[in-house]
T-cell receptor, first 113, second 112 residues
Framework: QQQVKQSPQSLIVQKGGIPIINCAYE??????FPWYQQFPGKGPALLIA?????SEKKEGRFTISFNKSAKQFSLHIMDSQPGDSATYFC????????????FGQGTRLTINP | DTGVSQDPRHKITKRGQNVTFRCDPI?????LYWYRQTLGQGPEFLTY????????KSRLLSDRFSAERPKGSFSTLEIQRTEQGDSAMYLC??????????FGPGTRLLVL
C-alpha cells in the first residue's frame, strides 16, 4: 500500500523558475512531513519539514505548503538554480512508536541554465 | 566528520554469498534506522533500534537478514545467501528521540 504518493516523477525547469512537487498522504495519524534532497551516490539530506498545524513554512528558497483537509503538501523552490538539480523525496511519519519515515517515490528535478 | 558513516560504500558479491554492512551513527543518537532504496524509488524502512534493542522489523526483512547494535553504538546489517533481488542501496539513519533522521551515504550492493 502506497501511503505517500508523489508527483511528478520528473521535472525540468529553467533557471529562476519555481518547480513545484506535490505529495498526497492517506494516513491521518501522520504528524510530521519532511522533504529530503538526494544527489546521485549520496544519502538523503533533510531540506525542510512541517507539522499539520501549520499551513506554510519557508526556509530560504524552499517553501512547504500544507493542506490538512485535502491531505496534500507541496514543495516550492524559489529562484531555482542548476545546483538544485537532484531527486526530491517527500516523507511522512507518526510521532508515536517507531517514527519510521514513509517516503514518496521521488521527483527527479533538472534545472537548466 | 560528525555525520552518519557507512562502510563499505560499495559491495559487489556473487549470489549465495553473505555480506555485512556497518553503520556508525552520530554520537549520542539513541535511535538508529536501516532503510533500503532500489533504483528510482524512495527509501523503505527495514528495521530500527533504540539503543541496543531492535524494536521493529519490516516484512521486507526476510529471515536472511539480521541486524545488530551491540552496546547501542554502531550497527551491522548482514544478508545471508544473497539473491539478485537484494541489489539496492542500504541506508542508515540516526536521530535523537523524536527528532529529524540524519542519513548516511549508504552502501550500494550489487549481487551478480
Amino acid at each position: 500500500q502506497q501511503q505517500v504518493k508523489q508527483s511528478p516523477q520528473s521535472l525540468i525547469v529553467q533557471k529562476g523558475g519555481i518547480p513545484i512537487i506535490n505529495c498526497a498522504y492517506e494516513n491521518t495519524a501522520f504528524d510530521y512531513f519532511p522533504w529530503y534532497q538526494q544527489f546521485p551516490g549520496k544519502g538523503p539530506a533533510l531540506l525542510i519539514a512541517i507539522r499539520p498545524d501549520v499551513s506554510e513554512k519557508k526556509e530560504g528558497r524552499f517553501t512547504i505548503s500544507f493542506n490538512k483537509s485535502a491531505k496534500q503538501f507541496s514543495l516550492h523552490i524559489m529562484d531555482s538554480q542548476p545546483g538544485d538539480s537532484a531527486t526530491y523525496f517527500c516523507a511522512a511519519r507518526k510521532d508515536q512508536g517507531a517514527q519510521k519515515l514513509v517516503f514518496g517515490q521521488g521527483t527527479r528535478l533538472t534545472i537548466n541554465p | 566528520d560528525t555525520g552518519v558513516s557507512q562502510d563499505p560504500r560499495h559491495k559487489i558479491t556473487k549470489r549465495g554469498q553473505n555480506v555485512t554492512f556497518r553503520c556508525d551513527p552520530i554520537s549520542e543518537h539513541n535511535r538508529l534506522y536501516w532503510y533500503r532504496q532500489t533504483l528510482g524509488q524512495g527509501p523503505e524502512f527495514l528495521t530500527y533500534f533504540q539503543n541496543e534493542a531492535q524494536l521493529e522489523k519490516s516484512r521486507l526483512l526476510s529471515d536472511r537478514f539480521s541486524a545488530e547494535r551491540p552496546k547501542g553504538s554502531f550497527s551491522t546489517l548482514e544478508i545471508q545467501r544473497t539473491e539478485q533481488g537484494d541489489s539496492a542501496m542500504y541506508l542508515c539513519a540516526s536521530t535523537p528521540l523524536g527528532e529529524t533522521q540524519y542519513f548516511g551515504p549508504g552502501t550500494r550492493l550489487l549481487v551478480l
